[in-house]
């Protein structure tokens, strides 16, 4: 098939044409207490044309190969219309030749649901033995794609993806309070994602098993330590999107370029060629090869993520960062696998250091603007002279970029956050992950 695109595309000879044709299945299993509520298998097949022709970009998206060269050529003939002005915006790197390129093995979602409805069945079985569970549901999604992209300049390359993810919303009563607990986990075999949601599970019933009082906070600002989980979805939703270059106007660009935006310990970088991390690929929908970038390095945003549009605007180079969730939207500038390289302090020690704050863990929902933030907690528990003395009710933390400079101290060990996804614009859930340490900051929090 792709000779077949390819000798098409060069059929009409035109400049600055690139196409991306994606193959995928989809599997989804949700069960809601034990009862299987829905089981689907999907299949998808699609691809989008683009055209940057008359100083803008044109494009197009097909779901049958029989009609590709029919509908190329209405794109085209509408773009001439319009007039002959090329692009400005198209790169040089358009047109520069790559080795072939493979991904790691293609791990096929088996059509087998009897093994995932077993796990599940399990999965609830522990839960519901340990803790009175008033409602939960658990769903499990898993997709395999394939990914081919090629120009007019006669560039091809093909990736594939695998990704499997669980994730689980229950209700618990503790000591008279009904309190809603949401954790994920994924990965890109089958085994890898069920290993890391066994821990997540774990963790959630230690967590209820503590006998703990349930202690009111106050609203006001607090030293408080992030778990791995609360600190990546933090930095995702502050350094992550302000450095992603679409977001910018050119005075924000100008006012955060080199900017000291947070404390001279943090330093963060986006990197999508780890093979075994869901945010990984090859190249992005723009054909341009992955890199690691450098974000954030002492506190100061050094660097912005960004596609061949942002690149031109800002004069920046190509990270290889214009991802999509698939054919049928436009490429944005996305994350990929964000890093914060750890500190120098155990855990214990960041939490004996405090005469009275809070250690948060997990993360169920981020707002943001513009690095403002609002996140609320899965659990919040109160330090007092460096012990754990007790539970929070539900807790939000807020704040903006003054309070990223306040970040004390960074955990020497970290951990990654396996079942993550990003919603930008109106295309929700692209893959991403965070490798993050423990974070210890001072910040507003409340309680709802």
């Known amino acids: 098939m792709k000779n077949y695109l390819s000798d098409i595309v060069q059929r009409f000879n035109q400049e600055n044409i690139e196409v991306v044709v994606e193959t995928s299945k989809a599997k989804r299993v949700k069960k809601r207490q034990s009862v299987i509520e829905d089981i689907s298998t999907s299949y998808q097949f699609g691809g989008q044309i683009r055209l940057y022709k008359n100083n803008r970009m044109y494009f197009a998206v097909f779901t049958d190969?029989?009609?590709?060269?029919?509908?190329?050529?209405?794109?085209?003939?509408?773009?001439?219309?319009?007039?002959?002005?090329?692009?400005?915006?198209?790169?040089?790197?358009?047109?520069?030749?790559?080795?072939?390129?493979?991904?790691?093995?293609?791990?096929?979602?088996?059509?087998?649901?009897?093994?995932?409805?077993?796990?599940?069945?399990?999965?609830?079985?522990?839960?519901?033995e340990s803790i009175p569970l008033h409602l939960d549901i658990i769903n499990y999604g898993a997709i395999s794609k394939e990914k081919l992209y090629l120009n007019s300049a006669g560039k091809m390359l093909s990736q594939t993806f695998t990704d499997h993810t669980f994730s689980r919303t229950c209700f618990i009563r503790k000591k008279g309070n009904l309190r809603n607990y949401t954790i994920s986990a994924g990965g890109v075999s089958l085994d890898k994602a069920e290993a890391e949601f066994d821990q997540q599970v774990d963790k959630l019933v230690n967590m209820y098993l503590k006998d703990l009082p349930i202690i009111d906070v106050p609203s006001g600002m607090y030293d408080v330590i992030l778990d791995y989980e609360f600190a990546g979805t933090l930095i995702h939703e502050t350094i992550g999107h302000l450095a992603e270059a679409d977001n910018l106007t050119s005075n924000l660009y100008k006012e955060l370029k080199g900017?000291?935006?947070?404390?001279?310990?943090?330093?963060?970088?986006?990197?999508?060629?780890?093979?075994?991390?869901?945010?990984?690929?090859?190249?992005?929908?723009?054909?341009?090869?992955?890199?690691?970038?450098?974000?954030?390095?002492?506190?100061?945003?050094?660097?912005?993520?960004?596609?061949?549009?942002?690149s031109e605007l800002y004069d920046i180079p190509i990270t290889g960062n214009s991802r999509s969730i698939n054919y049928?939207?436009?490429?944005?500038?996305?994350?990929?696998?964000?890093?914060?390289?750890?500190?120098?302090?155990?855990?214990?020690?960041?939490?004996?250091?405090?005469?009275?704050?809070?250690?948060?863990?997990?993360?169920?929902?981020?707002?943001?603007?513009?690095?403002?933030?609002?996140?609320?907690?899965?659990?919040?528990?109160?330090?007092?002279?460096?012990?754990?003395?007790?539970?929070?009710?539900?807790?939000?933390?807020?704040?903006?970029?003054?309070?990223?400079?306040?970040?004390?101290?960074?955990?020497?060990?970290?951990k990654t956050l396996t079942g993550m996804f990003c919603t930008k614009g109106n295309q929700r859930n692209l893959p991403v992950s965070a490798t993050v340490p423990e974070i210890k900051l001072r910040c507003y929090v409340e309680e709802i």
């Not at 029989?66 to 692009?87: C, D, P, V």
């Not at 915006?89 to 088996?110: D, G, K």
């Not at 907690?377 to 003054?402: C, P």
Request: net charge negative; hydrophobic share 35%; proline share 2%.
């Open 65 to 128: 190969v029989h009609y590709f060269e029919t509908i190329m050529e209405s794109l085209i003939r509408f773009a001439n219309f319009q007039g002959n002005k090329w692009n400005y915006l198209t790169h040089s790197s358009f047109y520069e030749s790559h080795e072939p390129l493979t991904l790691f093995p293609n791990m096929e979602v088996a059509d087998n649901f009897g093994q995932t409805i077993d796990y599940l069945s399990q999965k609830y079985s522990v839960l519901s």
């Open 259 to 310: 900017k000291q935006v947070a404390s001279e310990i943090l330093n963060v970088c986006d990197d999508p060629r780890y093979k075994d991390l869901k945010g990984s690929y090859l190249f992005d929908d723009q054909g341009e090869n992955a890199q690691s970038t450098v974000l954030c390095n002492h506190g100061a945003l050094c660097n912005f993520l960004s596609d061949r549009k942002t």
């Open 328 to 414: 049928s939207h436009l490429p944005l500038v996305r994350m990929s696998n964000l890093f914060v390289q750890p500190g120098e302090t155990d855990l214990d020690e960041m939490i004996g250091n405090i005469d009275y704050g809070l250690f948060v863990v997990g993360a169920k929902s981020a707002i943001t603007n513009n690095a403002q933030f609002r996140i609320s907690a899965n659990a919040g528990f109160i330090i007092k002279n460096g012990n754990i003395i007790g539970m929070t009710n539900d807790i939000v933390l807020s704040g903006n970029l003054d309070t990223l400079k306040s970040i004390h101290s960074i955990s020497r060990t970290q």
